[in-house]
Nanobody
Framework: QVQLVESGGGLVQAGGSLRLSCAASGFTFSRYGMGWFRQAPGKEREFVAAINRSGDATYYTDSVKGRFTISRDNAKNTVYLLMNSLKPGDTAVYSC??????????????????WGQGTQVTVSS
């Protein structure tokens, strides 16, 4: 049974930091690219960051470049999203997703095969 379980969300003040984790099980984690997406109330889901299978290539949406860092530990079947300098506009439910194909694009949700339930991130001003 495939599972992606996110953790690490919460309430933080603007300028603060959070680290999200996504623990994977039920599939061969090292063969999948991983992505983080977010959805704010009343808005469409948007791409945040992605990392390829080996971890040597990363992708970010422009609004988080320089503030967020995606990483993975294939030995622990876990992908992380370190979020620094958080802004109220970052408030959303953050979900991780797994993508079997190693080819781009990584920023389109339609190319991902498995999804987690999400974790809420709220940034207060």
């Amino acid at each position: 049974q495939v599972q992606l379980v996110e953790s690490g969300g919460g309430l933080v003040q603007a300028g603060g930091s959070l680290r999200l984790s996504c623990a994977a099980s039920g599939f061969t984690f090292s063969r999948y690219g991983m992505g983080w997406f977010r959805q704010a109330p009343g808005k469409e889901r948007e791409f945040v960051a992605a990392i390829n299978r080996s971890g040597d290539a990363t992708y970010y949406t422009d609004s988080v470049k320089g503030r967020f860092t995606i990483s993975r530990d294939n030995a622990k079947n876990t992908v992380y999203l370190l979020m620094n300098s958080l802004k109220p506009g970052d408030t959303a439910v953050y979900s991780c997703a797994a993508k079997y194909s190693h080819l781009p694009p990584y920023d389109s949700s339609s190319f991902y095969d498995y999804w987690g339930q999400g974790t809420q991130v709220t940034v207060s001003s």
